[in-house]
């Protein structure tokens, strides 16, 4: 049996959205997302998601990740397949961001990370 070409993946998604939070701490004296409560967002966030039924297969999938290199804007998450980039600050950004973007696929305007911040 041969493997399946890319080509021949089927066209939807595992999940519908993923959304990554960076939860990066840097040791060293820099500034990172850690320093700026992350985790609170990203457990806020799986919060909401299971609590509004949109976790699993064909919904909405909320992970931890390292650096995402957007230091200066932190903390950050982004949403794929959008590739959306949120700078959040508080439970209500967050509430936002589930609400808006991954419940009703509305992006949050106001919570854009700018293009030109990075590390």
């Known amino acids: 049996m041969t493997e399946p070409l ?9 999940y ?6 960076c939860l ?22 799986k919060s909401l998601v299971k609590k509004a039924g949109l976790a699993g297969p064909g919904g909405v999938r909320v992970n931890k990740a390292g650096c995402l290199d957007r230091c200066a804007a932190g903390p950050v998450a982004v ?9 959040f600050v508080d439970e209500s950004d967050i509430d936002e961001i ?3 973007h991954l419940q009703r696929g509305q992006v949050v305007e106001r919570l854009l990370t700018p293009p030109h ?3």
Do not use: M
């Open 6 to 14: 890319i080509a021949d993946a089927p066209a939807a998604s595992y």
């Open 16 to 21: 519908k959205r993923h959304i990554f939070f």
């Open 24 to 45: 990066n701490e840097r040791t060293n004296g820099e500034d990172s997302c850690a320093h700026h409560n992350a985790q609170g967002g990203f457990d806020r966030c």
């Open 79 to 87: 949403v794929y397949p959008e590739a959306v980039w949120y700078s």
């Open 98 to 100: 589930v609400e808006s």
């Open 117 to 119: 911040l990075g590390r």
